[in-house]
């Protein structure tokens, strides 16, 4: 198996819905995905609506070996296949663990509800890994839409330090992030359940410590919905994003400028604040058969709602 790519999912599964159009459509590459659905309404009903439409338009079977908590497994003819489980969980790092525990792929990765994959992209991240042999992690980069699929932005991958994403933000996000198993299991890579909102930059400041080696892939294989904002969950983001910056050495936190700066500078020097025309297609909700074509249009590299954070 190429790929796991696991789907921590909670009361959103008309989003939940193109995010498995997005995977099932992959070419040139075996994928299984596995949904972690902390008990959601009506999740019964969703898989096996998916079940009907996936395999209606791919062929394939039911396996009906279920394991505890599964609700759905199936495998199409293509090389897809899909398992939802609905299994209480901790939150939604929790969650992803549960998925990669139970994954055989090679390559590993986690994209939520609102996230999806750009047509290839999966092939792309693994003739790059396999070209780079060293890389045991490699990010993408990715695009900013609105609840209607209108671009907002587009994000080049760019390097980091663990010291600007613990004074400042994660550049990099993780709907464009892939792992190796190899380094997964090497380094006990598991996300920290005691964070409930930033254990993704967590685990990247880990991975970065340990020097565990990483690529960027000049790519765009990832879309990220920007559907307006939870002042809820913002204020506990926050909240730990502090407690994160509080645990630093001292040293770092006085240095904060500084790292913001050199930030600026790499993503400047890697052509992340320059412009360029984009074209994609995704899976809006109302229209999961087939993906939508967004025509060609010159891409804001900036990102207004997030600039402030450097």
Not at 229 to 254: F, H, M, Y
Request: include cysteine.
């Amino acid at each position: 198996m190429d790929f796991t790519i696991v789907t921590p999912s909670f009361k959103q599964l008309d989003y939940l819905g193109c995010g498995i159009s997005s995977i099932a459509d992959q070419t040139g590459v075996t994928v299984e995905h596995i949904v972690q659905d902390a008990g959601s309404p009506g999740i019964e009903e969703f898989a096996e609506k998916t079940a009907e439409r996936l395999l209606g338009r791919y062929g394939g079977e039911r396996v009906t070996n279920f394991e505890a908590f599964e609700l759905l497994h199936l495998r199409t003819t293509h090389g897809y296949t899909l398992r939802i489980f609905k299994e209480k969980d901790s939150g939604m790092y929790d969650a992803v663990n549960k998925g990669l525990k139970k994954g055989i792929g090679k390559i590993c990765a986690y994209l939520n509800c609102d996230e999806q994959y750009l047509l290839g992209a999966l092939e792309k991240v693994k003739a790059g890994l396999e070209k780079n042999e060293g890389w045991e992690i490699c990010y993408g980069g990715f695009l900013v839409v609105d609840g209607r699929g209108e671009l907002i932005t587009a994000q080049r991958p760019v390097k980091m330090s663990w010291a600007h994403v613990g004074t400042s933000h994660l550049a990099n996000f993780t709907c464009a992030t892939f792992f190796t198993r190899e380094m997964l299991e090497r380094e006990k890579a598991y996300f920290d359940t005691q964070y409930k909102w930033c254990g993704d930059a967590v685990w990247t400041m880990e991975r970065l410590k340990k020097g565990t080696k990483v690529g960027r892939l000049d790519r765009f294989t990832s879309v990220f919905v920007e559907a307006g904002s939870n002042q809820g969950i913002e204020r506990e983001g926050l909240t730990e994003a502090k407690r994160i910056r509080d645990g630093l050495p001292s040293w770092v936190r006085r240095t904060a400028a500084l790292w913001k700066l050199w930030h600026r500078i790499r993503k400047l020097l890697c052509g992340g604040y320059f412009p360029q025309r984009v074209s994609y297609d995704i899976f809006i909700k109302a229209e999961l058969g087939k993906r939508r074509h967004f025509p060609a249009r010159w891409a804001n590299p900036l990102w207004r709602s997030r600039l402030r954070m450097g």
